[in-house]
């Protein structure tokens, strides 16, 4: 008998639940503005008590599902406009909703859901430890670095440049000039290349640079060259 009882009761709760979904319908419309008749995109459609939404498209549309039998009520809501709530009872189902916003002062709560930036996040991630990897924690490191400076000159003329006496020195470019890679030409006035070896080491704090190879085209002054040349760059 007790067998018989829980098996009733189950069963009824499956006939509950099956007649409560049976009655869920999806009811689509449009959300407009009362004054121009245009369509209000991305505006919050929801239901006050089951409280399942969702925002409307750019041209104003929505489908949502809702129970014609509840007590419950359809609720749209954008910045700038009245609140504007439906009982869902009154709903017709037979056709889609076209719901008018009044512009005015909507003073109810206004609640931002925020979708997270994944690519800020990761970053944050990875700023937060930046400290714990950075190479001058270490006892001491060393590797081969390469570097290369250059100063370029634009708006010039080449038949000028190469009748220009002062300017000679940079003549060797003005045959490979590539004016396809940028809106305007331009002239390598100075190039400087470089390589060498760099190393650290923590304590006593030290490091030191060999220049294995160095190569420099343009200006010829041995200052220039110092200051612009061919120290490491971090």
């Known amino acids: 008998m007790n067998r ?57 549309r929505f489908a ?15 910045v700038g406009y009245k609140l504007n709530k439906i009982a869902a009872a009154s709903i017709n189902i037979n056709k889609p909703l076209v719901i008018e916003m009044i512009r005015g002062n909507n003073n109810s709560e206004v609640v931002i859901r925020a979708k997270v930036n994944k690519g800020l996040y990761l970053w944050k991630k990875i700023m937060s430890k930046k400290k714990y990897y950075d190479r001058y924690n270490l006892t001491n490191f060393g590797y081969e670095s390469y570097n290369k400076l250059e100063i370029d000159l634009k708006n010039f003329k080449a ?7 002062l300017l000679k020195p940079f003549s060797f470019v003005l045959d490979n000039i590539d004016s396809t890679s940028e809106k305007d030409p331009f002239l390598p006035a100075y190039l400087v290349e470089s390589l060498s070896d760099y190393s650290f080491q923590r304590d006593p704090k030290k490091f030191a640079e060999t220049i294995k190879a160095s190569h420099t085209k343009g200006f010829k002054n041995e200052s220039i060259s110092r200051l612009l040349g061919v120290m490491n760059q971090n």
Do not use: C
């Open 4 to 60: 018989i009882t829980w098996l009733s009761f189950f069963l009824a709760l499956f006939f509950i639940s099956a007649v409560s979904n049976a009655q869920q319908i999806v009811v689509s419309g449009i959300v407009l503005d009362s004054h121009t008749k245009e369509p209000v995109a991305y505006a919050s459609v929801y239901m006050s008590i089951s409280r399942n939404g969702m925002t409307t498209d750019s041209a104003g």
């Open 64 to 78: 949502i599902h809702i129970n014609p039998a509840s007590k419950d009520s359809l609720v749209v809501s954008f």
């Open 159 to 165: 038949d000028k440049v190469r009748k220009n006496f």
